[in-house]
């Protein structure tokens, strides 16, 4: 506290020589013309604050702007989010939900916030029903016709080769959209040629425009009958390509998370997949070596949010939360999806921690998990805590609003929050005051469809759900869920500007006389489905 009353003092006597001049000195002489390079940062920030528009400091409690202003000094001059990121991504590595890499990421962001004075930091179990899953080991070769090594990622959530296993490849030229029974001659085709084999599936096309059939088997179903057969016909392995250009490859996972139920499995990139299939199209042998050493855990079947709070005064009881999910998938360390939004969120916690700002709402900040698997950990704590609009929980009117990041390195440039469109006029109107660090603006939605991520639980349900709108930066072309997530992919000024807006933003919610509008009841939109 007395550090942010030391800055509130000397910014508040530096706004006061602006507003009122200088006092009466001697005549020295012309004074030397000010550099705007050598401007203290506060008092630039404070310049801007009252240039941008009129609106930008008209309306706006002096105390709020100076608190914007040290928001900006702490974040932009003293920004902890790329060390918070490395560690994220360089330590912990994939972060899959129920692994042990997880559970210590959400660890270390616990005891990080703690350190800094948060309060009731603390984790929520919610059950994932399935084990963890972790990649130990992956070697993969062509070693005939020609000797060379191979780009892949594992499959998550199936099981190790039985040690280092040589086999021919078998193709299984499936072309989506494919009917049933078209699937099944196909298999039946290739029956007594797999056992023992590593099975190629698809065609190893990039981009294929395909026609619907209304007759066809969704690919969920068409990849479950095929992993089936597989495990029946007692194939060694199978390899996909992973249908992307530039050697990236994206790898999913078993949607049963049970080992027993798929055979080892790997996603190969697209170049490799294609060179060997048509080796195999000419009539060469082609064979493979391959090792695959995966770890399950039992113990992920519970997983686990991480909550911290800050600040409460007159209005404690009522929340203004901020989020991002923790847990990725597998095929590099996770940094766009979505390490930068979890850095964001802890470096926007650490900055309102480190200037002790007093708000008059409770502050917190959730690290959800189970998000790549369907919003399962936002869910499970939305349904404790907040329950439905037709079925509310305890929380569910002191509830202020959840503001969300999670598409990538990009920028912050706008909002789309669940409500009336007074919702997004309470936005724009907070937005001003930042409109120099290029956000501007928020549009309402009235959806309560989930998908996407965490912010559509909270619509769902009714509550004020806030998504910050990135700059793409390369997101779903490159880095989204792909070999090449990795902390090179992390752009340091953007994600400072990202922790800055969040600070901000959940800053002055807290400190609205009113909380954010929703819907009334008779204008609440049906909700779509039961989660």
């Known amino acids: 506290m007395r550090r942010l009353l030391f800055a509130i003092l000397v910014i508040a006597f530096s706004l006061a020589s602006w507003l009122l001049g200088p006092a009466p000195e001697p005549d020295t002489g012309p004074e030397p013309e000010t550099d705007p390079e050598t401007e203290t940062v506060s008092k630039k920030d404070l310049r801007r604050l009252f240039e941008i528009s009129p609106a930008a400091g008209a309306d706006s409690d002096p105390e709020i702007l100076l608190a914007l202003a040290a928001i900006r000094e702490e974040g932009l001059n003293r920004s902890q ?7 994220l991504t360089d330590e912990f590595g994939p972060r899959l939900t129920g692994s042990p890499s997880l559970e210590r990421a959400g660890e270390w962001a616990m005891h990080f916030l703690a350190d800094r004075g948060a309060k009731r930091v603390h984790k929520e179990g919610w059950d994932f029903g399935h084990p963890g899953w972790e990649n130990q080991h992956l070697d993969i070769h062509v070693v005939s016709p020609v000797q060379e090594p191979l780009v892949a990622e594992v ?29 099944e001659e196909l298999l039946a085709s290739i029956k007594d040629k797999v056992q023992s084999k590593i099975v190629f599936v698809g065609n190893g096309l990039v981009n294929v425009s395909i026609d619907t059939d209304p007759s066809a088997l969704t690919p969920r179903h068409v990849d479950a009958r095929i992993m089936a057969f597989l495990v029946e016909n007692g194939a060694a392995a199978r390899v996909n390509s992973s249908g992307m250009p530039d050697g990236l490859i994206r790898a999913f996972g078993n949607r049963t998370y049970d080992v027993s ?202 509550l004020p759900g806030i998504s910050m709108v990135q700059d793409p930066v390369r997101y779903r072309t490159h880095t989204w869920h792909t070999n090449i997530d990795t902390y090179e992919q992390l752009l340091p000024e953007h994600l400072k500007q990202a922790a800055v807006v969040v600070a901000s933003t959940v800053y002055q919610l807290a400190m609205e006389e009113q909380m954010i509008p929703r819907f009334s009841p008779p204008d609440m939109p049906t909700r779509v489905r039961e989660w």
Do not use: C
């Open 261 to 462: 139920k798929a055979v080892p499995t790997v996603i190969l990139r697209t170049e490799d997949f294609g060179r060997l299939v048509r080796l195999l199209r000419r009539g060469r042998s082609v064979q493979l070596e391959l090792v695959i050493e995966n770890q399950v855990y039992p113990r992920g079947k519970t997983a686990f949010n991480y909550i911290a709070e800050f600040g409460g005064q007159s209005k404690s009881h009522e929340l203004i939360m901020m989020g991002a999910h923790l847990d990725s998938w597998h095929a590099a360390t996770g940094a766009t999806d979505n390490a930068a939004g979890s850095a964001i969120m802890i470096e926007a916690m650490r900055i309102l921690l480190a200037l002790d700002l007093q708000t008059e709402r409770t502050i917190r900040m959730a690290l959800w998990t189970g998000e790549e698997q369907g919003l399962l950990g936002s869910k499970a704590y939305v349904r404790s805590h907040f329950g439905t609009d037709e079925n509310p929980a305890a929380e569910f009117e002191v509830l202020g609003g959840y503001v969300n990041v999670d598409t990538g390195t990009g920028r912050l440039q706008s909002a789309l929050v669940f409500g009336p469109e007074s919702a997004a006029d309470v936005l724009s109107r907070l937005f001003r005051p930042l409109s120099d660090l290029g956000i501007s603006g928020a549009k309402a939605t009235d959806s309560r469809v989930t998908g996407g991520s965490d912010h559509t639980t909270f619509n769902a349900a009714g």
């Open 81 to 87: 989010v790329m060390m918070i990121a490395e560690q």
């Open 155 to 183: 499959y998550a959530w199936t099981p190790s080769t039985n040690g280092t296993i040589r086999a021919d490849i078998v193709h299984l030229d499936v072309h989506e959209p494919i009917t049933s029974s078209r699937l």
